[in-house]
């Protein structure tokens, strides 16, 4: 008996250290998964590549911004201040300047291709004036899709390269379109324009769905994307400066040009299109960028646009939305303020560009706040990335709408008005931190696709603003009650679209983002994919 307790009690001890053996063999295995795991996650990298690509994307945008705004100024420079607005649309009759009588060309070769003084100024009403600042619309829409395939399909660098430089040649040419031309020759080069640079917004978000981690999204695409701003600050005062000089007008179009041009060449000796791509980029930082978007960045290898997939998101729709808000109101702040300044405010031409540029050099530093602000809110999980996006444009809208109402009642006071323009700006931007980034958190691969779909659907209905402005603006163009229609018409696309998204609006990545491996069809060569 003793025997046999013996042995149950040496069969129990046996099974007893077994148990352990195991149990510790387990803690070891998980304990040495966890050091791999730790060892292989990636790390956050310093200063790198990614910057730089992102400060050459806010040159590439800031140049594009200062040519896109700076008609609005320009006009006022063109146009002979004693015209009558009522006007039909078709006299573009052309004058000297008063104190001089000589006809342009008769003192040399340079004045006749306008170098050199007297410059002609013309008598466009405000409508035509409205259609030329619209144009830009008309063709900055046409391209916005098959740009969006293109930046897919060839990355950015090629494609904002040539833009940069058709931009830069039509820019040059736009004086002698004007003066041996037509208003009608200035709205088509100002189609090419924007043909050319409806590349810049898809190709942009295609490069940072490749270089933007989700924890530097907001502050890597907010300084990119801040060239908006500071090339309107530089853009609107510099056009003032040179239209005063002895440059004169066609001055302008020939630096932007000369910039256009330069700009292209910095990029296609500097830019990559992916860190697969980029020939200086540590190792340890192309880990960091791929891992964190699950990408590989393989070379000659391009995701197949699940389209109907795509065109089902509710979130695209929503993002739409809210940009043909931004649009609206981005077209009326950056056309109309420079003419309300000229028609209502009565400020001279420098002083206008200066006056008009000053809310956007605001809206260029507050830029840095809200980007770290909602970086911040992602990274200590205080909100999701959902909530994040739809509080950035709410921070937005609703400050920026309640402005421009303020702006269409308030006593037109130059202290009064410009003080209204800045706080509208300074919170404006806070909206691009909510749906411009959006495609980026919905679908990284695909980002420059959507992009695509809703700025040529924004454009299609935002490039009525100047339009509506000139149709409102028809019966008398200094007249404040008018303008406060204007005001009023932008108040309320801010409100209403900023509803819109909050509602059904999300930053959910979404499954198609991503399409099953080792399926024929999901990766197409160049050759073989169609562009649409």
């Given at each position: 008996m003793s025997n046999l307790e013996n042995g149950k009690k040496y069969q129990k001890d046996l099974l007893h250290s077994e148990i352990d053996a195991e149990r510790k063999s387990r803690d070891v295995v998980?304990?040495?998964?966890?050091?791999?795991?730790?060892?292989?996650?990636?790390?956050?990298?310093?200063?790198?590549?990614?910057?730089?690509?992102?400060?050459?994307?806010?040159?590439?945008?800031?140049?594009?911004?200062?040519?896109?705004?700076?008609?609005?100024?320009?006009?006022?420079?063109?146009?002979?201040s004693h015209h009558d607005s009522n006007s039909d649309i078709s006299n573009s009759t052309i004058d000297i300047p008063e104190n001089n009588q000589t006809e342009i060309g008769s003192v040399g070769l340079l004045n006749g291709i306008l170098f050199t003084e007297?410059?002609?100024?013309?008598?466009w009403n405000k409508t035509t004036q409205d259609y030329m600042l619209a144009a830009f619309s008309w063709g900055y829409m046409i391209l916005q899709i098959p740009a969006g395939q293109i930046a897919h399909r060839y990355g950015t660098r090629y494609l904002l390269t040539g833009a940069l430089v058709i931009n830069g040649v039509v820019s040059f040419c736009?004086?002698?379109?004007?003066?041996?031309?037509?208003?009608?020759?200035?709205?088509?080069?100002?189609?090419?324009?924007?043909l050319s640079q409806s590349c810049f917004i898809p190709g942009m978000h295609t490069a940072f769905g490749k270089w933007a981690p989700l924890e530097e999204r907001g502050r890597l695409s907010a300084f990119a994307y801040g060239g908006?701003?500071?090339?309107?600050?530089?853009?609107?005062?510099?056009?003032?400066?040179?239209?005063?000089?002895?440059?004169g007008w066609p001055g302008i179009f020939r630096f932007y040009g000369f910039l256009s041009l330069s700009v292209g060449a910095v990029l296609w000796f500097f830019g990559a299109d992916s860190p697969a791509q980029h020939p200086r980029i540590s190792v340890a930082e192309r880990r960091y960028i791929e891992e964190a978007l699950g990408q590989t960045g393989s070379r000659g290898k391009h995701l197949k646009v699940?389209?109907?997939?795509?065109?089902?998101?509710?979130?695209?729709?929503?993002?739409?939305?809210?940009h043909i808000g931004q649009t609206w109101g981005q077209l009326t702040l950056y056309t109309e303020v420079p003419a309300f300044m000229d028609k209502v405010m009565r400020v001279n031409i420098k002083a206008n560009g200066l006056l008009t540029a000053l809310p956007f050099l605001v809206m260029?530093?507050?830029?840095?706040?809200?980007?770290?602000?909602?970086?911040?809110?992602?990274?200590?999980?205080?909100?999701?990335?959902?909530?994040?996006?739809?509080?950035?444009?709410?921070?937005?809208?609703?400050?920026?709408?309640?402005?421009?109402?303020?702006?269409?009642?308030?006593?037109?006071?130059?202290?009064?008005?410009?003080?209204?323009?800045?706080?509208?700006?300074?919170?404006?931007?806070?909206?691009?931190?909510?749906?411009?980034?959006?495609?980026?958190?919905?679908?990284?691969?695909?980002?420059g696709t959507m992009m695509s779909i809703s700025n040529a659907v924004s454009n299609l209905v935002g490039s009525l603003a100047p339009v509506v402005a000139g149709f409102l603006l028809a019966e008398d163009v200094t007249s404040e009650f008018l303008w406060r229609k204007v005001f009023l018409v932008a108040a309320g696309f801010?409100?209403?679209?900023?509803?819109?998204?909050?509602?059904?609006?999300?930053?959910?990545?979404?499954?198609?983002?991503?399409?099953?491996?080792?399926?024929?069809?999901?990766?197409?060569?160049?050759?073989?994919?169609?562009?649409?």
């Open positions: 998980e304990k040495n998964e966890a050091q791999i795991t730790l060892c292989d996650k990636p790390k956050q990298i310093g200063y790198g590549c990614r910057h730089q690509q992102a400060a050459l994307l806010f040159v590439c945008l800031m140049v594009a911004y200062s040519m896109r705004t700076c008609m609005g100024v320009a006009l006022v420079a063109m146009v002979h007297p410059y002609p100024t013309f008598r736009t004086p002698w379109a004007a003066f041996y031309g037509s208003w009608v020759f200035v709205v088509i080069l100002r189609m090419i324009q924007g908006q701003a500071l090339g309107t600050v530089l853009g609107l005062p510099i056009t003032g400066f040179i239209a005063a000089s002895p440059l699940p389209w109907k997939k795509l065109l089902r998101c509710k979130a695209l729709y929503a993002i739409v939305v809210a260029w530093f507050t830029n840095f706040f809200f980007s770290w602000f909602t970086d911040m809110l992602i990274v200590k999980k205080w909100l999701s990335v959902t909530n994040t996006r739809k509080l950035a444009h709410s921070l937005g809208c609703i400050p920026a709408a309640v402005g421009l109402i303020s702006l269409a009642y308030v006593k037109k006071d130059i202290v009064v008005v410009e003080t209204i323009l800045v706080l509208t700006c300074a919170f404006k931007i806070a909206a691009h931190l909510g749906w411009h980034v959006n495609h980026i958190d919905l679908a990284p691969n695909f980002a801010y409100i209403v679209t900023d509803l819109v998204y909050v509602a059904i609006g999300s930053a959910e990545l979404q499954e198609w983002n991503t399409p099953k491996e080792d399926t024929k069809g999901n990766i197409a060569n160049d050759e073989q994919k169609p562009m649409l």
